[in-house]
C-alpha cells in the first residue's frame, strides 16, 4: 500500500521545484500536495505519520534554496481558498496564512487598517511571515499578532494566545507547527495615509533593491542591527559572479539568479561572500534563506 491511497488530495510526483520558488532554482520534491481544507490536510499529515514521510511547508517560495539534486518527502502548500480567508474584526484581520502579503495588504487599506505598510514588496504569504517573523530593521510581523492557530504534525488544531508565541529576529516558535490562521491588531487610520506609506515603502524598496531578477530576497541575517548588505558591499563583492548567480549591484545582500542559476552556484558564491567577510570583519554571517 502506498501512503497516498486513501487521501482526496492531490499528489504530485518528482515536481521540479524552480517552478516553486522565486529563485527559480530547485530540482523535484519526491510529492507535492496543496490539500483542499484542513480536514484534507489532517488525513494527509496522519498518513506521512504513519509511514514517517518527512514534510516541507512552502509558502509562496520567497525565502528558500532547494537543492539541485531535489527533495525527499513532501512538499505541502496551502494554496487552496479555504487557507486564503481574511475576516474582518473591531480593527482587527483574521487571516489564513496562504493569503499574500500584498493581498493582506490590500485588504487592510481598503479597511482603512494601518500597521502592516512595512510589508509592501516582500514576495510571501502570512504562513511563511510568521514562521520567520518577517519584517525590516525595528518592525516585525510578530509585534502585531494576537493570536495564531496552527496544525500540529499529528493533525491536532491548536490555538495560541499572544503570550505564548515567542518571535525573533527572523524566528517564530510558530515554524514548529503548520500555521493556519492569525488574528492581527490593527490601527483605524484614513485610507490615503496608509496608501501614501505603502507607496514610500515600496518606492524605498526598489531604490535600494531593484527588481529585475529571481532572487530569494536577502540572503544572510544582518549581523548585531548591521546591515549585512552593507557589511558585503564594504567588501567588495557588488557583481560577483559564479556561473548563472550574480551578488545583486544593488543590494550586496541579494544573490540574483541570471537566468540559469544552479543552487551549488549559489552556495559557492554564499560561501565566499562569508569566508570575504570572516576575514576582513571577523564576522561570521547566517543565512536568512532556508537551505533545503
Ligand atoms: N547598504 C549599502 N550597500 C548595500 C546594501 C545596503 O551600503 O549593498 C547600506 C544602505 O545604503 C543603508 C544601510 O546599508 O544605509 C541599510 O540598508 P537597507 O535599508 O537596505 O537595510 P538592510 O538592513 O540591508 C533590511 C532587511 C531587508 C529589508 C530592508 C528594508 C534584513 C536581513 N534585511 O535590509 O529585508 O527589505 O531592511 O528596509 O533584515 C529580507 O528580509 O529578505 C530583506 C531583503
Redo the contacts with the bound molecule.
Sequence with gaps: MNWWQDLKTKIKFQEPMQGHTTFKIGGPAEYYAEPKDTRQLKLLLKSANRYNIPILVIGAGS?ILVNDNGLKGIVLRLNSPAFKKVSLGHNRLSVASGVSLSRLLKIARQQGLAGLE?LA??PGTVGGALAMN????KKNIGDLVEAASVMDYRGKIRTFPKEKIKFGY?TSNLSKYIILNARLKLIKEDKREIKNRIKEYLG??RK??GKSRAS???V???YKGL????I???CGL?GKRVRGASI?G?????ILNLGHAQARDVLRLMALVKKEVKKKFNITLEP?IKIW
Design positions: 525565502n512595512f514588496g516582500i518577517a519584517g525590516i530593521p527572523r524605498y524598496r535600494t533593491q530569494a530576497g536577502c544572510f541575517k544582518n546591515s549585512a548588505g552593507k558585503i558591499d564594504l557588488k545583486s544593488r543590494h550586496a545582500n541579494f536568512e
